[in-house]
C-alpha cells in the first residue's frame, strides 16, 4: 500500500503520542520535503519538531518531481506537495485533513483519510481509545464539524457491536 501524509495528521498522531499507528496500519508513509519542513517549523509544537527531527525509518521522505501547477493557491506547500506526490506515486490513500487541500484531492480521484478515520481504523483494531482520542484532539485545537465528529462515533460504536 502506497500512503502519502501532509502535516496536520503526522502532527495529530504525534501529539496524542500514537505516531507508531500509522506505522502498524500502513507499513510505511511518504512524506513530501515541505511536510517535514512545515513540521520543523519554530513554531511547531516541540514533539512534532523534534519527531520531524529525527523521524523514524517507516517515514519516507521523496522529493515531488513535479508540483500540479493547477491546484488552488489557497493550499499551503505541505497540501500542494503532498497531492503532487500522491499522484506522482499514485498513491493508494492521502492523509490529509484540511478541507480545501481534500477537495483538491478528491477533484483529482485521489482516496483521502483524515484524521478521525485513521484513529478510527487504530481504534478499531485495539491501538487507541476514539473517544477519548476525539477528546485529546479538541484540545490541541483540532477542528471537525459536530455532524462529523457525530458520524464518526456512531460508526465506532456500530463497529463494536459488531465486533461482540
Known amino acids: 500500500m502506497i500512503v502519502v501524509a501532509d502535516t496536520s495528521p503526522l502532527n495529530y498522531f504525534i501529539?496524542?503520542?500514537h505516531a507508531d499507528v500509522l506505522?502498524?496500519?500502513?507499513?510505511?508513509?511518504l512524506v513530501p520535503h515541505s511536510v517535514l519542513i512545515e513540521m520543523r517549523h519554530p513554531e511547531a509544537p516541540l514533539a512534532v519538531s523534534a519527531w520531524a527531527s529525527a523521524p523514524p525509518g517507516w517515514l519516507?521522505?521523496?522529493q515531488v518531481r513535479q508540483l500540479d501547477a493547477s491546484l488552488v493557491a489557497e493550499l499551503g506547500d505541505g497540501e500542494r506537495e503532498a497531492i503532487s506526490l500522491a499522484l506522482e506515486v499514485r498513491a493508494d490513500v492521502l492523509l490529509i485533513d484540511e478541507r480545501a487541500g481534500r477537495?483538491?484531492?478528491?477533484?483529482?480521484?485521489?482516496?483521502?483519510?483524515g484524521t478521525l478515520a485513521v484513529l478510527l481504523q487504530a481504534s478499531l483494531r485495539g491501538y487507541v481509545d476514539f473517544p477519548e482520542a476525539i477528546k485529546r484532539l479538541r484540545q490541541f485545537g483540532f477542528r471537525a464539524s459536530r455532524p462529523v465528529e457525530a458520524l464518526m462515533l456512531a460508526r465506532y460504536e456500530l463497529a463494536k457491536k459488531v465486533k461482540r
Open 103 to 113: 477537495r483538491e484531492a478528491e477533484a483529482r480521484h485521489l482516496k483521502v483519510a
Open 60 to 62: 519516507e521522505e521523496m
Open 15 to 17: 501529539r496524542l503520542g
Open 23 to 29: 506505522r502498524e496500519i500502513y507499513g510505511r508513509v
